[in-house]
């Protein structure tokens, strides 16, 4: 199902409050709104020298994801990927980690800050 302008300024608006009560004003944010070649509910690259991100909202979501609720919890997600960019980093360079290990302890934290910051 589409995504509307309206889908896509709720979720600026929840990145924005977000960006703003984790202090990431040394972020440069861009946002995106168009389709996603896999089923993400929302995508974020990075440049961490640079301090650059671009976010991307779906053009197109399942229609059972088309809550306002959802919405907000997938930008929720990005910022908290925001948030946690540079410590992803240096575990996937210093510590000889798989890409997967690191994936799964950052999804950890940010399912302990979803639970806590957002129920």
Known sequence: M???KKDFE???EECEKWIEKFGLKDWEVKYSHKFL????AAEIV???AGRLATI???????????TEDYIRSAAFEEICHLLLAPTYNMMDKRY???EEEVNME???II????NVLRK
């Open 111 to 114: 399912r302990i800050l979803e």
């Open 2 to 4: 589409k995504t509307t």
């Open 106 to 108: 950052e999804h950890r």
């Open 56 to 66: 991307t909202f779906p053009a197109s979501i399942d229609k059972a994801d088309k």
């Open 37 to 40: 070649d896999n089923k993400r």
């Open 10 to 12: 709720i979720f600026k």
């Open 96 to 98: 000889g980690l798989t």
């Open 46 to 48: 990075y440049n961490i």
